[in-house]
């Protein structure tokens, strides 16, 4: 791993005019060079009113300076903080004094995530932990902070290194079989090592769909409105939205290009796209807006294709509901018919029935999305996990259960099972970065913000 220790600084709230702005130094026997910018001794963990000078002795801003001794801080470095005025132009001449005043100790600018990855390679959080601290600042809703405070406090960890520490458990009973033979002790069957298996598998089983559900919830999804022309996929975009951000016109062809918003459903976030009506046309911006259109629907999450109770046996619509069946067979379709307010009479064997106008069905339309994404709500121990911890939970399952079958042989596959289950270890080991290769860890600690 890149051990370099020289210190590092950076500006650590967002760039704009704000009552306030931090600026974060780590790196080593930082108390002398605190005394040399603020003129004053900071006395640990305590909050002085400093006034910070030019080369030539005139004051460039004042506020507060807070001295955090290695290795209680974050970084488990020396770290130094000032909390001055939220004004850019202010920051930067700040940054430029700091990097001025400590060029004789190789201060430099902090790379992206540079503060979390100290303080995870000076075991102060974990990998998993670390992570959580860029959900955290990510999140979009509620659900998904609370989420990734329980990452962040170590809730994902804890149940990763129990999970590791069953394994191992499992590990020296097969370990001890295979190396003391002559003892014809059977320590597997003896310590009913088919219970701590099922144990396992079921612990894992459950760690996995609490990531899946909080994969949903820290990415979201694409839902995109399909459809022909003049169905009512504008209004319904409203509706959803609670906002009149698409034209609504009687006129087919209203919509050419794809619009997109934002919306929560249950706290889950979606990216809600209204596309152009699907149709052939001569119009050439109209026939753009139509390619686009299939573009959106071929990245969505789940696609609503809508109908219109006024036009239920339409072939051409039947002709396009078949031909977006076959070109996305592997994304999940809801059938929408709407308009019921024009036929309150209207029944169907498939689909749900809405009304964009009354608002009728859409609460159950909203639940429909939510259960084709995957969503089970009501989860306290969702886990706002990220593709690569994911990844290594389906590894080490996948491990578990080929163990199992090895397990059920007896005494026939001894190594084999051996094997299995320290491969289950080192992909639990990648979650909390117990073992991972150097240069994922780069990768990692570069998607975070400067500052963090």
Same mark, same amino acid.
């Given at each position: 791993?890149?051990?370099?220790?020289?210190?590092?600084?950076?500006?650590?709230?967002?760039?704009?005019?704000?009552?306030?702005?931090?600026?974060?130094v780590?790196?080593?026997?930082?108390?002398?060079?605190?005394?040399?910018?603020?003129?004053?001794?900071?006395?640990?963990?305590?909050?002085?009113?400093v006034?910070?000078?030019?080369?030539?002795?005139?004051q460039?801003?004042?506020?507060?300076?807070?001295?955090?001794?290695?290795?209680?801080?974050?970084?488990?470095?020396?770290?130094?903080?000032?909390?001055?005025?939220?004004?850019e132009?202010?920051?930067?001449?700040?940054?430029?004094?700091?990097?001025?005043?400590?060029?004789?100790?190789?201060?430099?600018?902090?790379?992206?995530?540079?503060?979390?990855?100290?303080?995870f390679?000076?075991?102060?959080?974990?990998?998993?932990?670390?992570?959580?601290?860029?959900?955290?600042?990510?999140?979009?809703?509620?659900?998904?902070?609370?989420?990734?405070?329980?990452?962040l406090?170590?809730?994902?960890?804890?149940?990763?290194?129990?999970?590791?520490?069953?394994?191992?458990?499992?590990?020296?009973?097969?370990?001890?079989?295979?190396?003391?033979?002559?003892?014809?002790?059977?320590?597997?069957?003896?310590?009913?090592?088919?219970?701590?298996?099922?144990?396992?598998?079921?612990?894992?089983?459950?760690?996995?769909?609490?990531?899946?559900?909080?994969?949903?919830?820290? $990415?979201?999804a694409?839902?995109?409105?399909a459809?022909?022309?003049?169905?009512?996929?504008?209004?319904?975009l409203?509706?959803?939205?609670?906002?009149?951000?698409?034209?609504?016109t009687?006129?087919?062809?209203?919509t050419?290009?794809?619009? $997109?918003?934002?919306?929560?459903?249950?706290?889950?976030?979606?990216?809600?796209?209204?596309?152009?009506?699907?149709r052939?046309?001569?119009?050439?911006?109209?026939?753009?807006?139509i390619?686009?259109?299939?573009?959106?629907?071929?990245?969505?999450?789940?696609?609503?294709?809508?109908?219109?109770?006024?036009?239920?046996?339409?072939?051409?619509?039947?002709?396009?509901?078949?031909? @977006?069946?076959?070109?996305?067979?592997?994304?999940?379709?809801?059938?929408?018919?709407?308009?019921?307010?024009?036929?309150?009479?209207?029944?169907?064997?498939?689909?749900?029935?809405?009304?964009?106008?009354?608002?009728?069905?859409?609460?159950?339309?909203?639940?429909?999305?939510?259960?084709?994404?995957?969503?089970?709500?009501?989860?306290?121990?969702?886990? @706002?996990?990220?593709?690569?911890?994911?990844?290594?939970?389906?590894?080490?399952?996948?491990?578990?259960?080929?163990?199992?079958?090895?397990?059920?042989?007896?005494?026939q596959?001894?190594?084999?099972?051996?094997?299995?289950?320290?491969?289950?270890?080192?992909?639990?080991?990648?979650?909390?970065?117990?073992?991972?290769?150097?240069?994922?860890?780069? $990768?990692?600690?570069?998607?975070?913000?400067?500052?963090?």
């Amino acid at each position: 791993m890149n051990q370099r220790r020289d210190p590092i600084v950076a500006i650590a709230t967002p760039l704009g005019r704000a009552g306030i702005g931090v600026i974060r130094v780590s790196g080593k026997n930082l108390q002398t060079f605190a005394q040399e910018i603020f003129s004053i001794s900071l006395s640990p963990r305590q909050a002085r009113l400093v006034a910070i000078k030019d080369a030539g002795g005139d004051q460039i801003d004042q506020g507060l300076a807070l001295f955090f001794p290695a290795p209680h801080s974050f970084t488990g470095e020396d770290v130094l903080e000032f909390q001055g005025h939220g004004g850019e132009v202010v920051l930067d001449i700040v940054m430029k004094r700091l990097l001025h005043q400590g060029e004789r100790l190789g201060l430099r600018i902090a790379n992206p995530g540079e503060f979390s990855e100290r303080a995870f390679l000076n075991d102060k959080i974990d990998l998993a932990q670390a992570e959580a601290i860029a959900d955290l600042i990510e999140a979009s809703s509620e659900a998904a902070v609370k989420s990734a405070n329980r990452s962040l406090v170590g809730l994902f960890s804890k149940e990763v290194n129990e999970l590791t520490q069953a394994i191992t458990q499992l590990r020296i009973l097969v370990e001890a079989t295979l190396d003391f033979p002559e003892e014809e002790i059977d320590f597997l069957e003896t310590s009913n090592a088919q219970i701590m298996w099922l144990k396992i598998k079921k612990r894992i089983d459950g760690t996995l769909k609490a990531s899946q559900q909080g994969a949903i919830l820290r $990415k979201g999804a694409n839902l995109v409105l399909a459809g022909a022309p003049n169905v009512g996929k504008s209004s319904l975009l409203n509706a959803i939205t609670g906002l009149e951000v698409a034209i609504v016109t009687s006129i087919p062809g209203t919509t050419r290009d794809r619009l $997109k918003e934002q919306i929560l459903i249950e706290g889950i976030p979606f990216n809600i796209i209204d596309t152009a009506g699907l149709r052939d046309t001569s119009d050439e911006i109209e026939s753009i807006g139509i390619l686009r259109s299939w573009e959106a629907i071929q990245s969505a999450d789940v696609i609503i294709f809508m109908r219109s109770t006024e036009n239920e046996d339409d072939p051409e619509t039947q002709k396009l509901y078949q031909e @977006l069946k076959t070109k996305t067979q592997n994304i999940p379709m809801i059938e929408v018919w709407n308009k019921l307010d024009l036929a309150p009479q209207f029944n169907t064997s498939s689909g749900i029935l809405i009304s964009a106008k009354t608002q009728e069905g859409i609460e159950e339309l909203k639940r429909e999305i939510l259960k084709k994404v995957g969503w089970e709500g009501g989860q306290e121990n969702v886990i @706002l996990a990220r593709e690569r911890q994911i990844k290594a939970l389906y590894q080490a399952q996948h491990h578990v259960l080929t163990a199992g079958t090895f397990l059920e042989q007896g005494n026939q596959n001894l190594e084999l099972l051996a094997e299995e289950l320290r491969l289950a270890q080192e992909s639990l080991g990648e979650i909390t970065g117990k073992l991972l290769a150097d240069d994922l860890l780069g $990768k990692i600690f570069s998607s975070f913000c400067i500052g963090k």
